[in-house]
Each structure stands twice: as structure tokens, then as C-alpha cells.
């Protein structure tokens, strides 16, 4: 018997279909999840689980987020006890939630059970041991430079020479070990990293960050689904716009799925695969950034041990009738299956944000020559703040190409439109 251990946080729950996805024959599986989702769960997805063992949760605070999200010491706690409950069975440790697996990770390690370990988690956690690896392969990856001593220095102007010498101007500031685009910050002059020091000082003085090189260019993803250290299903994405210029200026967030027939679908993939291998992960779903520069060079930005989030699970289930948060399931726990895509279907899924604070009044529809579907993640007049990551949308949209030669028209609306009025 094979005990599975499911860590299943609020805001991931909408992604399963657990119709569909296959429960191994041999398998006990205890769902860890709080209150707030066991309520959500219908009948037929609570008879999916074998058991529940339930753990507190609480609030994102200062978000729009309406999700709870589970404690991770009282989690800790249960999934320590549930080890020792089953010490003499097989264990799997199932975790889809990148802030969680640090502490799953460490569990595998201390218990000698299933799943991802620290040494497969830290190079997909860490940018810069991630960025080395790469460098070391001859992939191409930004300039960097690790700001060890940022909240202690007192000579601000000569740390930001040092900085500027290093990966030069304009240059980026981001976490090390963040996923969200939280804290990412765009800095072009002495006085802008000034500014920068002073907001995230509000907030902590013990991010691990780094600076890394302004890249020019359009940002693309690439999601791979490995089994037995082989690429399996990749599916690849043209942003609308870097997610950073999304939280700093309120601009709307989008992923086009390229078709795989495309030249430019083939060279990511290429290169995802040349960047993987160096990185050497055997079962698992990753989410992969690089930039195409202005110079047409694929450059490396970060890339996860976990699917993509927000709209894009959707987006490539509409496209491609894959569900990646499935295939994650299959790859961590063994299951080697099959996938099978229906015929592809382009498909451009989109976040929407908010740069403003009030009620949300109207969620306006858009005239467009293709089909949408509007996914709203709160109701009129719920109180909306401003957007300070990328988890906190206010919608989903997805525009399906039926009519090709106004796809790329649509899009071009949905950049600048104002999905709603908040006031």
C-alpha cells in the first residue's frame, strides 16, 4: 500500500478535476487541507480522498486573495504525525505549492520517503545556484550579483557602483527565493535604488535578493512535464507583458499558448531541454522564463519545480486538453501515463490586475471578433486594493482563436482595455 500524503492549499483546488484524474489502485491518499477547501470539495471529490487530516489556515493579509492558506507549523505537525502513523508503509509527500516545499522537501530528507528533495527544490528555489549552473553549462543567463549586504550597508552610493559595475544599467532587483514577482523592481538611476531600499525596508529586512541585468526583449515560458528524466509534453507561451511591468504599472497580464508547428514553439523547447538537462530534475512539471532580447537571443530568467499558476493551467487545458497540475501529480508519485492532447487550439489566457483601491462596481466585456470566456474571482461591490502580486487577479479571460487573421487584433484590445470600473 502506498500512502500519499496531499497538501491541497486553497487557491490550487480550482485546477483538479478530481473526475478525471486517476487514483492508483494501490494507493491510500490523506488529503492535508483546511476548513475553507473541505467545504468547497464535493461529495465525489471528498470520496476521491481516503481520509482528511485538517489544519489551520488564516488569511493573506494586505491582499485582495480571498483564499486561506494552510499554517505551516501546524501542517508540519500533522504531516510529521501521519509519517509516524504510517513509518512501516510506503510514503509519498505531495506537494504542488512552491511557498510549501522547503518545508516538504525537508520532511522527505529527514524521513527518507517520496517526493522532491532539498537537493532537487534548491536549484529550482534559488535564482542565482540555479543561474550558476547554467553559467557553468554555457546557457546564457543575465549578469547577476547577490546583494549580501543590502540592509546593512550605511554607503549606499558605493554599493550601488558596485552593482552598476557588476550586471550594468538599467538593472533589476528581485528575491532569490520568491515566486509572484513580489519586490521586483526596475532601477535606472542611484536615486531609484534608493527608493527601492526605502519601500522594501517597510516590509523586511531579510529578503535574500539579488540584482541581475536589464534584458530588452519579449518574455516568453515554456512548462515541461518530465517523467524518467525525459520531456514528455512542453507547452510554450508569448507574454503580453513581463510581469514586473504588470505589478509597477497596472498593465494587463497575458500568455499567448504558441502552436507547436511554429519555429519559435521548437527553438524554446530546445532550449528548455538543453536547460533542464544541465539543472537535472527526473519526475516533475517545471515553469521556465527566458526573454527573446531585442538581438533575438534566448536569454534564462528563473525556472520552478511546480506548473505555472494563475490563468495559464486553464489556458493550456483549452488549448492542448492537458492538465499540467494533473501530470505533476502523475510525475511526483509515479505514474506513467500516456498524455494525450486534443487537436490544438490557440488560446490567450489573461490575469487582470488593479492599480486602484475602492468598490468593484462593473466588470466591462470587450468587443472582440473571437469568442472569450470572463472568469471573475470576486462579485460586484466587493472592497478591491491595489495589486501587489501576481497571485492577487481580480479576473481570468480567455480568448479562443477562432476567426486567425483578428486573433493578434483582439489581443492588441486586450492589452489596454479596462476590464472594470472600481471607485
Known sequence: MKNILFILQDYKLDYYDFNKLVK???AN??????????????????????GFTFVDEHEYPGFNFKCKILDAADMSKKLEEAISQYHNEEIMLYCDDESTMDLTSKLVEKYSIGGLKPKDILKFRDKVIMKEILEKNKIRVPKYFKLTDFFKTDNTEDYFKSIKSSVGMPF??????????????KISSYNEFVEYRKQILEFTQEANLEAEEFISGKMFSCDSVIRGGKIVFAGCTEYLFPYMEVINEGRNAGHIILNPNENLYKRITEFSKKTLNALQIHDCVTHMEMFLSDTDELVFIEVAARPAGVCMPTAYYYATGVNILHEYFYSIIGINRDIKQKEFTQVCGCSIYTSKNGILKKINQPNLANPYRIEAMFELGDNIIQTKTIIDNVINF??????DSSFRDDIEIVKNFDFFEIC
Open 24 to 26: 492508483p489502485e494501490d
Open 29 to 50: 491518499i490523506i488529503a492535508f487541507v483546511g476548513e475553507s477547501v473541505y467545504k468547497k470539495l464535493s461529495e465525489n471529490d471528498k470520496n476521491w480522498f481516503d
Open 172 to 185: 533589476i532587483i528581485k528575491p532569490i527565493d520568491a515566486a509572484g514577482s513580489a519586490f521586483v523592481g
Open 398 to 403: 480567455y480568448i479562443y482563436n477562432e476567426v
